[in-house]
């Protein structure tokens, strides 16, 4: 561009405000919630109902109540991120817009004059209701001001990947951000070199073999140890105080849960010491995050969490979460199928298609990598059909087909159609089609920082019932972030959620308990009856 100079940088002082403002402290003023120096403690009452079926048509309700209470750390610890596949489209992209952020960089396009942000963030760009003010009028403050967060502008970021480009090479090759921003970000990013990766041939597609020049080698255990020198190395020489681990790479084909392999955690590590075929490269990460005690987050469709990878992670105590980040087509279909189901209209054909031209489109075009998508994005409707059982008789469940195919020329920019057909009243059908532009990555790369933003929280919020004698984390497996994910991982037994806004209310109204608030109810009886708030 040597028509414009460059766009000033935003600084605390510019009109435009800046996108990692400091975070503004909520007091809440009651006996339920204390504050001290170093945490949060708060009483909360949790209402449920014990349900059984009795004689006939009729149903027992019995309302119950438990005693929680919580504590969360107010001290917010100095964290790394590190990537795995840090030198694809998703971890170039999110690392660029970390820097964006903090630095202030403007940039300009045919649009004119653009400024950083974290819009798609939910922790850092949706807000929740506190309640009412004297007026009556909602009061709404950002999601990241309920408790102590982690700023993603005070990420400090590394990672892995099986390319040896380093950082302002892998956004150009990545084609995601405009030219005149890659220009300004590229002294950043220069000298952020990949470390090298772990590559199994047999699990990811063989068009991927072209990028491969940055690889570790040896065996299966010797590749664990070195990811855990890596980790320890990171943290060391950041002095940080917390490390989340995200993968963010390619998919991989799901992996055979065999008995003796990958079923328990015993078996797991003596799999990976023998070099066992069949231990993918993610649960080598895996493997090693839950040994260093650090969080680990699987962001691709791939089943990562075998047994064995739940079963040490469980007796560690060490969270983990996925499977697959919700970015487009999915979380839109969560809320079409939720809405018209509640409506009371019955979707009988879910037909989906996509196609895409980044590198995760030209691996999933490899028949067993496509599997791992296709099953992941299949199953997002299953809680929602089941929920009513007024339209569907039990077993039953709407024809559903995705589609992904791989054409280079669109690049980033995901394109998705999909086509509802729903039977209504008297026999009718009512079909919607829905046409979506995903800039795949930019849509990612928000939810990447809200996964970490929100693992790293919960390492620091524990919880005692009355029968419990000390306080406790929550269950290792983090189903409190299935928000962000396309198919939940959940802990056995417990119910997979996938209606995008029950899951956003379990989040939001968990973080409200933390301070000893109510759940958000939306009855507004305030509004509606005589109760008034003054």
Same mark, same amino acid.
């Given at each position: 561009f040597? #028509? #414009?100079?460059?766009? @000033?940088r935003?600084?605390?002082?510019?009109?435009?405000?800046?996108? *990692?403002p400091?975070?503004?402290? &909520?007091?809440?003023?009651?006996?339920?919630?204390q504050?001290?120096?170093?945490?949060?403690?708060?009483q909360?009452? +949790?209402? +449920?109902?014990?349900?059984a079926?009795?004689n006939?048509?009729?149903?027992?309700?019995?309302?119950?109540?438990k005693?929680y209470?919580f504590?969360?750390?107010r001290?917010?610890?100095?964290?790394?991120?590190?990537? %795995?596949?840090?030198?694809?489209?998703? =971890?170039?992209?999110?690392t660029a =817009?970390?820097?964006?952020?903090?630095?202030?960089? !403007?940039?300009? !396009?045919?649009?004119g %004059?653009?400024?950083?942000?974290?819009?798609?963030?939910? !922790?850092?760009a949706?807000?929740?209701r506190l309640?009412?003010?004297a007026?009556?009028?909602?009061?709404?403050?950002p999601?990241?001001d309920?408790?102590?967060?982690v700023?993603? *502008?005070?990420?400090?970021?590394?990672?892995?990947?099986?390319?040896?480009l380093?950082?302002?090479? /892998?956004?150009?090759?990545?084609q995601?951000?405009d030219?005149d921003?890659?220009?300004?970000?590229a002294? +950043?990013?220069?000298?952020?070199k990949p470390l090298p990766?772990?590559?199994?041939p047999?699990? &990811?597609? /063989?068009n991927? /073999?072209?990028?491969?020049d940055?690889v570790?080698?040896g065996?299966k255990k010797e590749?664990?140890?070195?990811?855990?020198?890596?980790?320890?190395?990171?943290k060391?020489n950041?002095e940080l105080?917390r490390?989340?681990?995200c993968?963010?790479?390619t998919?991989?084909? #799901?992996?055979?849960?065999?008995e003796g392999v990958?079923?328990?955690?015993?078996?797991?590590?003596?799999s990976?010491?023998?070099?066992?075929?069949e231990?993918s490269?993610s649960? &080598?990460?895996?493997?090693?995050c839950?040994?260093?005690?650090?969080?680990y987050?699987?962001?691709?469709?791939?089943?990562?969490?075998? @047994?064995?990878?739940v079963?040490?992670?469980?007796?560690?105590g060490?969270?983990?979460?996925?499977?697959d980040? $919700?970015?487009?087509q999915?979380?839109?279909?969560?809320v079409?199928?939720?809405?018209?189901?509640?409506?009371?209209?019955?979707?009988?054909?879910?037909v989906?298609?996509?196609?895409l031209?980044?590198n995760?489109? $030209?691996?999933?075009s490899?028949?067993?990598?496509?599997?791992?998508?296709?099953?992941t994005?299949?199953?997002?409707?299953?809680?929602?059909?089941?929920?009513?059982?007024?339209?569907? $008789?039990p =077993?039953?469940?709407?024809?559903? *087909?995705?589609?992904?195919k791989?054409?280079?020329?669109?690049g980033d920019? $995901?394109?998705a159609m999909?086509e509802y057909?729903?039977?209504?009243f008297?026999?009718?059908?009512?079909?919607?089609?829905?046409h979506?532009? *995903?800039?795949?990555?930019l849509?990612?790369?928000p939810?990447? &920082?809200?996964?970490?933003?929100?693992m790293?929280?919960?390492?620091?919020? !524990?919880y005692?019932t009355?029968?419990?004698?000390e306080?406790?984390?929550f269950h290792?497996i983090?189903?409190?972030l299935?928000y962000?994910?396309?198919? @939940?991982?959940?802990p056995?037994g417990?119910?997979? %959620?996938?209606?995008l806004f029950?899951q956003r209310?379990?989040m939001e109204?968990i973080?409200?308990?933390?301070?000893?608030?109510?759940p958000?109810?939306n009855?507004?009886?305030?509004?509606?009856?005589?109760?008034?708030?003054k």
């Amino acid at each position: 561009f040597h #028509f #414009f100079p460059s766009p @000033p940088r935003l600084s605390r002082t510019s009109a435009f405000p800046p996108a *990692c403002p400091p975070a503004m402290p &909520i007091k809440v003023n009651s006996p339920s919630t204390q504050y001290s120096e170093a945490e949060i403690t708060a009483q909360y009452e +949790y209402t +449920y109902a014990d349900l059984a079926t009795g004689n006939g048509d009729v149903v027992d309700l019995t309302p119950r109540t438990k005693q929680y209470s919580f504590k969360t750390q107010r001290r917010v610890p100095k964290t790394g991120m590190m990537l %795995v596949g840090w030198g694809g489209n998703n =971890g170039s992209t999110v690392t660029a =817009g970390i820097i964006a952020n903090r630095e202030g960089i !403007t940039w300009r !396009t045919k649009r004119g %004059v653009q400024h950083p942000n974290f819009f798609g963030s939910v !922790t850092q760009a949706s807000t929740v209701r506190l309640g009412a003010n004297a007026e009556g009028e909602d009061v709404n403050v950002p999601l990241s001001d309920l408790l102590p967060m982690v700023s993603p *502008c005070d990420l400090v970021i590394s990672g892995w990947d099986i390319s040896s480009l380093n950082l302002a090479e /892998a956004m150009d090759r990545s084609q995601v951000l405009d030219y005149d921003l890659m220009r300004q970000l590229a002294p +950043y990013m220069r000298d952020m070199k990949p470390l090298p990766s772990i590559y199994y041939p047999d699990f &990811i597609a /063989a068009n991927q /073999a072209d990028r491969v020049d940055n690889v570790l080698h040896g065996t299966k255990k010797e590749n664990l140890e070195e990811i855990r020198k890596n980790i320890r190395e990171f943290k060391a020489n950041n002095e940080l105080d917390r490390v989340v681990v995200c993968w963010t790479a390619t998919t991989e084909r #799901f992996s055979d849960v065999i008995e003796g392999v990958n079923d328990t955690g015993g078996n797991l590590l003596a799999s990976i010491a023998r070099d066992e075929p069949e231990v993918s490269p993610s649960t &080598i990460f895996a493997v090693a995050c839950i040994q260093e005690g650090v969080p680990y987050i699987n962001g691709s469709p791939q089943n990562t969490l075998v @047994p064995g990878v739940v079963d040490l992670a469980t007796h560690h105590g060490v969270p983990v979460c996925g499977d697959d980040f $919700k970015s487009g087509q999915t979380k839109f279909k969560s809320v079409m199928v939720d809405f018209l189901v509640s409506a009371g209209i019955k979707p009988v054909s879910i037909v989906s298609y996509n196609h895409l031209g980044n590198n995760d489109g $030209k691996n999933l075009s490899a028949p067993a990598q496509f599997r791992s998508k296709e099953i992941t994005k299949s199953n997002v409707v299953d809680d929602m059909v089941a929920s009513n059982s007024i339209l569907y $008789k039990p =077993g039953e469940h709407p024809d559903h *087909c995705v589609v992904i195919k791989y054409i280079p020329y669109v690049g980033d920019s $995901k394109r998705a159609m999909d086509e509802y057909t729903s039977e209504i009243f008297l026999g009718g059908l009512n079909t919607i089609v829905v046409h979506n532009t *995903c800039e795949d990555s930019l849509l990612a790369a928000p939810l990447i &920082i809200d996964l970490v933003v929100l693992m790293e929280l919960m390492t620091r919020i !524990t919880y005692k019932t009355d029968s419990m004698q000390e306080y406790e984390t929550f269950h290792p497996i983090m189903s409190i972030l299935s928000y962000l994910l396309k198919a @939940p991982f959940v802990p056995s037994g417990t119910p997979v %959620v996938n209606a995008l806004f029950k899951q956003r209310m379990c989040m939001e109204n968990i973080f409200r308990a933390c301070l000893g608030l109510p759940p958000t109810h939306n009855m507004g009886l305030e509004h509606k009856t005589c109760l008034t708030t003054k």
